[in-house]
């Protein structure tokens, strides 16, 4: 949550120009596992500039938020439902990837990404998506 204050109040205004910008969907999540049983997960949270924001990108005020341009990737995903936790997630990109292994795809197990479509107030027919690279 602290991760998605941040952004929040980024696009809220809390930039090097005070101007709002536009919620975009789907917050990702990228999770790249700890190597080892006491290391923790690195977890990056995004939101995506809007095109019209791209050339002229307020620049954020706090350290901790990065405007990061990312170069074009692949991925095969899988939708569900609900508000899904850390285990959640796992448990659908375990499936996702036995299906995408059973198609013949090249999928790679790190990094993990997660969107989220719905927003918080969003009760029914919520989207979430686990993401592998391809």
């Known amino acids: 949550m602290q991760a998605f204050y941040r952004l929040f109040n980024y696009i809220d205004g809390t930039n090097d120009v005070e101007t709002k910008i536009a919620m975009t969907a789907p917050v990702t999540m990228r999770i790249l596992p700890g ?73 790679q197990d790190v990094p993990l990404w997660t969107g989220g479509y719905s927003g918080p107030g969003v009760i029914i027919n919520r989207r979430n998506e686990v993401w592998l690279e391809i």
């Open 35 to 107: 190597e080892g049983p006491n290391c923790g997960s690195n977890y990056t949270m995004s939101f995506w500039i809007a095109s019209d924001m791209q050339v002229e990108t307020p620049q954020p005020t706090n350290p901790l938020v990065y405007i990061e341009e990312r170069a074009e990737f692949m991925v095969v995903a899988r939708r569900f439902g609900g508000y899904p936790g850390d285990r959640d997630f796992s448990v659908e990109a375990a499936m996702l990837y036995g299906l995408a292994t059973e198609e013949g795809l090249d999928v």
